[in-house]
């Protein structure tokens, strides 16, 4: 079975800053992929980025990036130049070939604050 | 934003009372899903829809039920409601799951529900 851990309840930075959230995962699974969701105060879940496992490079969106350690297992989400507007919670989830992309696990989440 | 909506938005009931939930989609996709988000869990995969009239089990699908009768519609039904099931309630859909590109799922505004 997939997990997702995510180890940091709450983090703090100032805007401008650049932040990373950690993401471990474990999976057996040969081929699996891992995502990044935001979720607003306003409640609704906000696709950022995906990284697949067999995907050469690390991924990146705008000022999204994922730091992809296929060794460690883990799957940072990297934001550069932190905005107000980034403060929310984040979650990692993952999916896999034998346990089915449609069956994605969720992390429980890190609470970001960003300060002006 | 993926146009998915949810029905309703809010709504408290008691214990014992039947309860469905609708999300509808416009676009298109073949893929749907309900999750449900407690606070200490992240979110957990309810049942999820491969087609019209295709549906399987998530991780939680005990007390819930759910029918898919069209592409753009999918119900979520809590047969007899308790109060373990308050909870908030997202619809996603996705385009495919698969290791490739469009796999990312798009959620819904969500369902605060309370039973009383």
């Known amino acids: 079975a997939q997990k997702i851990t995510q180890t940091q309840p709450g983090m703090f930075v100032q805007e401008k800053e650049a932040v990373t959230l950690d993401c471990t995962y474990d999976?057996?699974?040969?081929?699996?992929?891992l995502f990044w969701y935001k979720q607003p105060s306003s409640g609704e879940m906000i696709f950022l980025i995906y990284?697949?496992?067999?995907?050469?490079q690390n991924a990146t969106e705008g000022r999204y990036s994922l730091n992809f350690q296929k060794a460690r297992k883990s799957a940072n989400l990297v934001i550069s130049a932190s905005q107000l507007g980034d403060s929310a919670m984040y979650f990692c989830a993952s999916g896999g070939l034998n346990t089915g992309f449609q069956k994605l696990v969720f992390g429980t989440g890190t609470r970001l604050l960003v300060s002006p | 934003d993926a146009g998915i909506t949810q029905s309703p938005r809010h709504k408290v009931t008691e214990t014992g009372t039947p309860v469905t939930l609708r999300c509808h989609q416009t676009?298109?996709?073949?893929?749907m899903y309900w999750y449900r988000q407690d606070p200490g869990h992240g979110l957990r995969l309810i049942h999820y829809?491969?087609?019209?009239?295709?549906?399987d089990k998530g991780e939680v699908s005990d007390g819930y039920s759910v029918s898919r009768s069209k592409t753009e519609d999918f119900l979520l039904t809590l047969e007899s409601a308790t109060s373990s099931q308050t909870s908030v309630y997202f619809c996603?859909?996705?385009?495919?799951?698969?290791?490739?590109?469009?796999?990312?799922?798009?959620f819904g505004p969500g369902t605060r529900l309370t039973v009383l």
């Open positions: 999976t057996s699974d040969p081929s699996y992929g």
């Open positions: 829809s491969y087609g019209v009239k295709d549906t």
């Open positions: 676009e298109n996709h073949r893929y």
């Open positions: 996603a859909i996705s385009e495919s799951f698969s290791s490739g590109s469009n796999n990312e799922q798009f």
């Open positions: 990284q697949g496992s067999y995907d050469q």
